[in-house]
């Protein structure tokens, strides 16, 4: 899918900020993943800055293509992962972003196109000298093909959490992010 009908098209699910609130909504499922990525105050910026800029994406082998070099409320995005043979795009609108002190991160949400629907949220958090992620996702199939997989493709969105997880890591261990490309 090209990134300029994806930015046309219209989010995918009612309840935009699901993955702020403690409730999920009926008929989603939630996925919850925190994991240590570094320590101390560099390696959080590193992580927050990779994770702008789309590079945590990148760093799980997918193709990025955004209407902005970083994630900012209205951002269309669309990452392609390489399956084989088989390319499956995800259109995305960032729907929240938060800049703090010791925490940042952003939401997106499922537009047209993406094979679920729902919301995704990627946090960066420093506490303790710890640098974490957690991804917290409310999605359920939005596709045939991903009903007909019953509980296969949430195992994948789970193994795709862990893999942002590690790529992010990576990253921050590294030294700084992987591209500056959109």
Sequence with gaps: MKLEEAAR???????????????????YHRLELTQQIGVGLAAFDRAVDALFSWDMHRGVGATVEASAPRADVGVTMVSTLHL?????????????TSHEDRSAGFAYGTVEGHPVRGEERFVVTLADERVRLQVRAVSRAGTWYMRL?????????????????????RIVASGGARSAST
């Design 149 to 169: 997989g019953g509980p296969v493709p949430r195992y994948f969105q789970h193994v795709l959490a862990r893999r942002y997880a590690t790529a992010l890591a």
């Design 9 to 27: 098209r219209p989010l995918t699910y009612p309840d935009v900020g699901a993955t702020g609130a403690d409730v999920v909504p009926a008929g």
């Design 84 to 96: 084989g043979p088989l390319r499956m795009a995800a259109p995305c609108r960032v729907v929240w």
